[in-house]
């Protein structure tokens, strides 16, 4: 008897419909056949259970793009949030600060757009 592998759960991509970074991470998936599907957080907003649970798996500190110009134009007392809640309220008011793009399958979550890790994680399906 011969079994079949199911296929691939579907890709999902987190971001903004004007980042030039999720672009290229949504136009690499395409390249190489990875079903995927994009969600613009500024017009569908993440649950805070879903932004906790991906803190959970990358720390707050890699979730937020503290490099960003939306994160450099905040005010030093709002740079230092001490729990979840706190990071919660800012990525409610400034969505842009969750680092783009958030790519979520079977095998976890990550950030940003790479093609060597892009490549290595999803060549092999």
């Given at each position: 008897?011969?079994?079949r592998?199911?296929?691939?759960?579907?890709?999902?991509?987190?971001g903004?419909?004007?980042?030039?970074?999720?672009?290229?991470a949504?136009?690499?998936?395409t390249?190489?056949?990875?079903?995927h599907?994009?969600?613009?957080?500024?017009?569908h907003?993440?649950a805070?259970?879903?932004?906790?649970?991906?803190a959970?798996?990358?720390?707050?500190?890699?979730?937020?793009?503290?490099?960003?110009?939306?994160w450099?134009?905040l005010?030093?007392a709002?740079?230092n949030?001490?729990?979840?809640?706190?990071?919660?309220?800012?990525i409610?008011?400034?969505?842009?600060l969750?680092k783009r793009?958030?790519?979520?399958?079977?095998?976890?979550?990550?950030?940003?757009?790479?093609?060597?890790?892009?490549?290595?994680?999803?060549?092999?399906?």
């Amino acid at each position: 008897m011969t079994s079949r592998s199911s296929p691939p759960a579907k890709v999902m991509v987190y971001g903004l419909n004007a980042c030039s970074t999720c672009d290229k991470a949504r136009a690499w998936l395409t390249g190489h056949g990875v079903s995927h599907q994009f969600i613009d957080y500024r017009e569908h907003p993440i649950a805070a259970e879903q932004l906790v649970a991906w803190a959970t798996s990358l720390g707050w500190e890699k979730l937020v793009n503290r490099a960003s110009y939306t994160w450099r134009d905040l005010p030093d007392a709002r740079k230092n949030p001490m729990a979840a809640q706190d990071w919660l309220a800012l990525i409610a008011e400034f969505p842009a600060l969750v680092k783009r793009p958030v790519v979520v399958g079977e095998d976890g979550v990550q950030v940003g757009f790479n093609e060597k890790r892009f490549s290595q994680r999803f060549d092999s399906q």
